[in-house]
């Protein structure tokens, strides 16, 4: 839930809501509105929020990402191999 992730950053960055409120440029209430669940933050400081924190606004919405590999130009042994690697390193998760 994106309340408890900006709560978490914000605490894990040693800010208090009135400090991140000044970065944003907003007031602490809207800042304690968002990591209560009561509102979400607009796109522009969804991204700004980001930008403070370091993470991506897919990090902040709880977007699931896929990551895609470009295997063209590799040959059908080269495909199988990496294949085998990312359920390897899936397994080790």
Excluded at 36 to 53: D, H, K, N
Aim: glycine share 4%; charged share 20%; net charge neutral.
């Amino acid at each position: 839930m994106i309340a408890d992730k900006i709560k978490d950053l914000r605490e894990a960055s040693d800010l208090t809501q009135n400090a991140l409120a000044k970065k944003l440029g907003i007031t602490r209430a809207s800042v304690n509105a968002w990591e209560q669940g009561i509102s979400v933050p607009s796109t522009q400081y969804l991204i700004e929020l980001a930008t403070i924190f370091k993470v991506s606004t897919d990090y902040l919405l709880s977007v699931k990402s896929n990551h895609v590999v470009d295997v063209s130009g590799l040959t059908s042994k080269q495909v199988a191999i990496i294949s085998e690697l990312v359920k390897e390193f899936q397994n080790l998760c």
